[in-house]
């Protein structure tokens, strides 16, 4: 059940035992309240009574449970539901409903139960506007709705809040804000339309800071991680300096780091580990199926890479922030680009830029040519369907990849039109899989790496097991 069908059977159950405590003028603030208006385009919902399932309107519901004296009849009524038991409190003319404790489960928001202490909501309402207020731990969101019979247009204000403390409410969500030195104030407000699930958000971020969570230990060195292979499986790997799948900084030429760039994160350069200006847009509008990708900046994708896994939740995009903001701080700005190059999914087994450009063009990442670079950089959002349907096929698609070439303005502009009208040829795919020299130095690498790897794994082990370490990458001394 989602945490929006939560509230809305909450507000039900509630209109159900005001049904039953009003008398005489019972059918008369049933029909006023807009409760049996489902006629399209009304906003419906099923709701289960006795037994029975109704369809009923959804503001039509909100009406009937903040109707006048409702408050007074709700009054110390309690119900059980799949969040947890419900109390019903007046305060005032208003109705307050109190979670305690709490859980809230969804795949969109987790893998796992957000359980939390106490969650309590109020609602008061004035012809056909409600006002109320939701706290969670150390968050008070203050909320207004206006209600129709086919939607509910809420706006919503979060005043200043510790971010450290916001975390520390999401820890069964979030496990590294228990151990991680989190710093910052938070501001937020916006609107949202429901049930289209559209809006708008602003965002203030002051002060943000995050230590504790031991990425420094990727400055240098060796870690593992991990590669997706061929049949979809994952494959841990030793990546890191020195290490053979290695490439510097150095070493990747000019047109790779600025086409990877230009793809995605053009505000690299700018920002302190994730962008503001794009996270809001992106919040604003709530999808069922989790967050849309989009407006992960390089550090974040490599946080996501290295430590979070890529479950598609809110609090993967949670997790992911903290890391990222840490790593700015700890590696910098040209550290993590090489990080981000040497590790990114580029295909089946091609984790890193030096794999990705010999198994497509057969070179070295220093000698691709703008188009190449830029292909490569294109197919990112989508490596593997890239790999089967473009390299495999032998029809490179490259309308993406001249986006990209257009936005690389380290280049001139003749420069990148003079590249936009070369063709852009792959490396033969049966050739290179049939290379005996290849297979020969990749199982040579592999028995070379072999204890190293079985040193890496062991060592994410024990940080897991001590606690230390919540992600997934493991440095190896």
């Known amino acids: 059940m989602t945490p929006l069908r939560q509230c809305v059977t909450v507000l039900g159950i509630s209109a159900v035992l005001l049904v039953v405590g009003v008398t005489g003028a019972l059918g008369v603030i049933v029909l006023a309240s807009g409760v049996l208006a489902t006629a399209a385009p009304a906003w419906t919902t099923e709701l289960q009574v006795a037994g029975r399932r109704y369809e009923v309107n959804v503001a039509g519901l909100v009406r009937l449970a903040t109707a006048p004296g409702a408050a007074v009849l709700l009054d110390g009524r309690a119900f059980a539901t799949n969040a947890g038991r419900i109390t019903l409190r007046r305060e005032g003319h208003a109705i307050v409903a109190r979670c305690a404790p709490c859980r809230l489960q969804h795949p969109a928001l987790a893998s796992t139960p957000l359980q939390l202490p106490r969650v309590e909501v109020s609602a008061e309402r004035s012809s056909a506007t409600v006002t109320g207020w939701l706290t969670a731990e150390a968050l008070r969101v203050e909320y207004s709705a206006e209600l129709a019979s086919d939607r509910i247009r809420l706006r919503w204000r979060l005043p200043a809040t510790d971010v450290g403390a916001a975390y520390r409410a999401l820890a069964t969500i979030v496990p590294e804000a228990l151990g991680a030195r989190i710093e910052g104030t938070l501001e937020a407000r916006g609107r949202l339309e429901l049930p289209s699930r559209t809006g708008a958000m602003q965002l203030n971020v002051s002060g943000l800071d995050v230590g504790g969570l031991g990425t420094e230990a990727l400055q240098f060195g060796w870690f593992a991680m991990t590669c997706r292979k061929a049949d979809g499986g994952m494959q841990r790997i030793v990546n890191g300096d020195t290490e053979t ?233």
């Open 245 to 477: 799948r290695w490439a510097s900084l150095d070493r990747m030429g000019a047109n790779l780091p600025a086409a990877v760039l230009a793809a995605e994160d053009q505000r690299f350069h700018l920002h302190s580990g994730f962008d503001e200006a794009q996270v809001a847009p992106l919040l604003a509008s709530l999808d069922e199926s989790g967050p849309r990708r989009g407006a992960s900046t390089v550090t974040q994708q490599l946080a996501r890479t290295l430590f979070t896994g890529g479950e598609k939740t809110a609090a993967r995009k949670l997790r992911e922030l903290l890391y990222a903001i840490e790593m700015e701080r700890t590696l910098g700005k040209a550290r993590i680009l090489e990080l981000y190059l040497n590790t990114v999914d580029w295909g089946p087994g091609l984790c890193g830029a030096r794999a990705a450009a010999r198994a497509y063009f057969r070179k070295r990442p220093e000698q691709l040519t703008p188009l190449e670079a830029a292909w490569l950089a294109s197919i990112l959002r989508a490596p593997h369907s890239a790999h089967e349907l473009q390299f495999r096929a032998g029809h490179p698609q490259t309308e993406h990849a001249h986006r990209v070439l257009m936005q690389m303005r380290s280049l001139p502009k003749s420069e990148r039109q003079l590249w936009a009208h070369r063709p852009l040829t792959f490396a033969t795919a049966s050739r290179a899989a049939r290379s005996p020299g290849a297979k020969v130095s990749a199982q040579r690498n592999a028995d070379r790496n072999a204890p190293i790897a079985e040193s890496a794994l062991k060592a994410a082990e024990a940080a897991s097991d001590s606690g230390r370490a919540v992600g997934a990458a493991a440095v190896v001394r």
